[in-house]
């Protein structure tokens, strides 16, 4: 299990400890899947809000943008799965005015504003993940935010890099290249494949590790002896990613209180 998994469990344990009862429970329910949100608020079992979780430094969310070099500027994909709007719109004229900076992918931040920054983040989770509240823990214990007042909370910054698209379960399809890939390094071993997981019990200490096949690569994940299996995606295209940094571990009153009347509603 890899730690924001281990979080997203924390932040459900703790929310049902601190505001579960016979009709209000949380669940986890967003998994690999960036654009579902991490917790689910249910009452009497139907869903009434959805809630972000966020470790006090982490991502939080990407798109692809594309350089166009002859315009000098950007892009973005229509296979984004978030929309176009007027934030991404904001986003690409604030890389166009410092075009020959941003055109060239790199690991250093991007010279544009926080602002702009965080009004897409707010739009995203709003509109996109329909996620009205996140949970993160801070030096003191965990805070509850409103995603209208994270920059309250967060600094912002963003990078232009390249970065694989993610990961998905493999197909039945996929498991004789799985097999070729594991006897490639020494390991003879049944692999164990249904719609719900893939994966092989072995003795590799590793606790992660990437097998390169001759159409995929994939992703080894160890729990005990079992190692869960992942497929790699093959594309690999330049994403705005945004970062956050817990900046003020101070809980404010209006933030609970209004996620305290929601639940209420």
Known sequence: M???????????????????????????????????????????????LTI???????????????TDHAARTFEFSKRNKTPRDRYVDAIIAEMTKIYDRCSE??????????????????????????????????????LIIRISNIDHYFSFTAKYRPKTSGSTHPAKSNISEINEALRSIGIETVVTHSKEECFV???????????????YRYQLKKEGRRHHIRRLSNTRN???????????????????EAFKARLLE
């Open 201 to 215: 019990e072995c003795n590799i200490e590793a606790e992660r590790l990437i097998l390169q096949g001759k159409k």
């Open 238 to 256: 330049a994403n705005f990613i945004v970062s956050i940094k817990l900046k003020n571990s101070t809980q404010q009153a209006s933030d609970t």
């Open 52 to 66: 972000e979780c966020k470790m006090a430094a982490a991502q939080c969310g990407q798109f692809v943008l594309f």
């Open 105 to 142: 992918t790199s690991n250093d931040d991007l010279d544009i504003r926080e602002s702009v920054i965080v009004d897409w983040v707010k739009s995203y989770y709003r509109d996109v993940k329909h996620s009205e509240f996140l949970i993160t823990q801070g030096e003191n214990g965990f």
């Open 2 to 48: 890899e730690n924001w998994e281990r979080f997203e469990l924390e932040c459900t344990n703790y929310l049902n400890d601190k505001y579960g009862n016979n009709n209000i429970r949380f669940a986890t329910d967003g998994g690999h899947n960036a654009n579902a949100s991490d917790v689910k608020a249910l009452r009497d079992g139907s869903e009434l």
